[in-house]
T-cell receptor, first 112, second 114 residues
């Protein structure tokens, strides 16, 4: 079956690194995504990784993919208060039509 | 430009009203999506349009009626809604299903049904 799991809450100090974890079940997923949602806003695409990659880095963001364990992580370096938001992991299973399966979302709280 | 726009931003309607939500993108995408998001939950897929044709309806009640008049526009017509339909309605678009499926979301319409 299709299922994406994330821890629900993470609290970090400003300037530290944040690591948000996600596990997925469909090994045929082509792409895996991280979206950010601030209060009252839509989903902002942060980054994504193709399933044949192990790592992708984009400025302060690093995505690690362990296909064997079906584990995805998002590391945010030098976390700022503006990074406070809900972060959704999503997989795109095979079968066309680009259906996204979302995790429940991880609420990141950044404190001084 | 990866912008998807949605209007209105907020909408309050009674259970007997008819209203429409509008979504627009100018990225040349040929797949467009409607999602419903309740508080503290992930988005739930409602409809998918591919090349202006409805390709997925996730068993959505008929009081929600989607329409795709052209490749840039997606509407969601609302009629006789219930209070439990109050939610954030998100539109997204992507390249066609046989290409890069990365979805770009709009800011959403926050709907309150009284």
């Amino acid at each position: 079956g299709e299922d994406v799991e994330q821890s629900l809450f993470l609290s970090v100090r400003e300037g530290d690194s944040s690591v948000i974890n996600c596990t997925y079940t469909d090994s045929s997923s082509t792409y895996l995504y991280w979206y950010k949602q601030e209060p009252g806003a839509g989903l902002q695409l942060l980054t994504y990784i193709f399933s044949n990659m192990d790592m992708k880095q984009d400025q302060r963001l690093t995505v690690l993919l362990n296909k064997k364990d079906k584990h995805l992580s998002l590391r945010i370096a030098d976390t700022q208060t503006g990074d406070s938001a809900i972060y959704f992991c999503a997989e795109s299973p095979s079968g066309g039509y680009n259906k996204l399966i979302f995790g429940a979302g991880t609420r990141l709280a950044v404190h001084p | 430009d990866t912008e998807v726009t949605q209007t209105p931003k907020h909408l309050v309607m009674g259970m007997t009203n008819k209203k429409s939500l509008k979504c627009e993108q100018h990225m040349g995408h040929r797949a467009m999506y409607w999602y419903k998001q309740k508080a503290k939950k992930p988005p739930e897929l409602m409809f998918v349009y591919s090349y202006e044709k409805l390709s997925i309806n996730e068993s959505v009640p008929s009081r929600f009626s989607p329409e795709c008049p052209n490749s840039s526009l997606l509407n969601l017509h609302l009629h006789a809604l219930q209070p439990e339909d109050s939610a954030l309605y998100l539109c997204a678009s992507s390249q066609a299903p046989d290409r890069d499926g990365t979805q770009y979301f709009g800011p959403g319409t926050r709907l309150l049904v009284l």
